[in-house]
């Protein structure tokens, strides 16, 4: 049988990082298995369900990469699927017709509390002979079974059992027509035919009333995964307060997807003590049964590590259409200027992030207008304005415009001039750079291009000049 995995996100929200750790386990478990992979948007809920999040959730998937094979489909366009079966499970006497009251339940509820049971409908509609006029808003139940108990083999938790006199008989379909939850959720994965239901822990306690519900619609029942929280790193559930938690948030910051994808995988399945995964080690070596039960730590450090280790390894090509977006995104206009591969080759062992990356190379791409106050009061003096301009005669009398040439030129006119590398080189930066800091100075100068750096070591001549003059 074809191995077929869903992701059911319900489009409250942002896709978040537990999300995507759920949809990456999930979608591997399918590609591991060369089976198929669905996309299921669950947006019963209309009130909280939005065009916004369903397309933040798509943007999200896309943006990792988490490709679907089939979908998304919309539980919304399914209501007539899931009443005509819920109306069949009445006729077969599975499900019954509840009129109790608000007032009764919350009275039921109430004297369960003060007896410390844990509250639960009685069943009084279950086998009640009392009419009941058709216009009377009534709820559906699903008729759980009374006696035995539900067993399943959790790839994550082991072995569950519950014995069915712990599950009430739940609402199947609402006073407004609306069928609820824990039911289409049964129905699509049948339709769909789920064989792998990868999802949160927090949903652990529907399975075993969903199970009962596969049984009365005489449907086969999927195996289970239900995969542990993400934590922050101070141990409790990871929120917002411990900075991005949505997965675009994670682009933003300047991080790549396969970073994260890796992080993901890491954080909560492990393979020995492999810490770097290429997506394709990721489909062979994943198994369900390596998820790890317990809570994972979310650990930025870790993940910022990774990044760096993408942006040095991955071809420069591919991580500069991620650093395009981050120029774009910080108003860099780089379609004069250098190449942003080059930019990644220079700038990779610098940077964590993308988002640094194209902070730090911004002035390759826009005028220097001034110099950092402190790196220019340091190395713009007057005693700097012979190397400079020594530096300058032999740059622009250069021929080869690449790293080595230029660097043999600045390494002439320290041996001239009889000073030392620092002496040359660190005005020198600063004159293109505008600041103290930057990569090897050569190879900013052959990314730069000689016009560019001829004008900004004039006009760091014409800074020291002035300021001689002061
Ligand atoms: N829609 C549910 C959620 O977003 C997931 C349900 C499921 O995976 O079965 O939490």
Redesign the pocket.
Known sequence: MTVKTRF???PTGFLHVGGARTALYSWLHARHQQGEFVLRI?DTDVERSTQEAIDAILEGMSWLGLNWDEGPYYQTQRFDRYNALIDKLVAEDKAYKCYCSRERLDGLREQQMAAGEKPRYDGHCRDSNATHDASEPCVIRFKNPLTGSVVFDDHVRGRIDIANRELDDLIIRRTDGAPTYNFC?VVDDWDMEITH?V??E??INNTPRQINIYHALGAPVPEFAHVSMILGDDGAKLSKRHGAVSVMQYRDDGYLPQALLNYLVRLGWSHGDQEIFTLEEMINLFSLDGISKSASAFNTDKLLWLNQHYLKTLPAEEVASHLQWHMTDQGIDSSQGPALASIVTLYADRCHTLKEMAEQSRYLFTEVTGFDEAAAKKHLRPVAAEPLALVRTKLAALNDWDDTSIQEQINAAATELELGMGKVGMPLRVAVTGAGQSPAINGVIALLGKEQTLARIDLALAFIAERAQA
Do not use: L, W, Y
């Open positions: 059911a996100p319900s669950e959720v239901v999802r949160g927090d949903h």
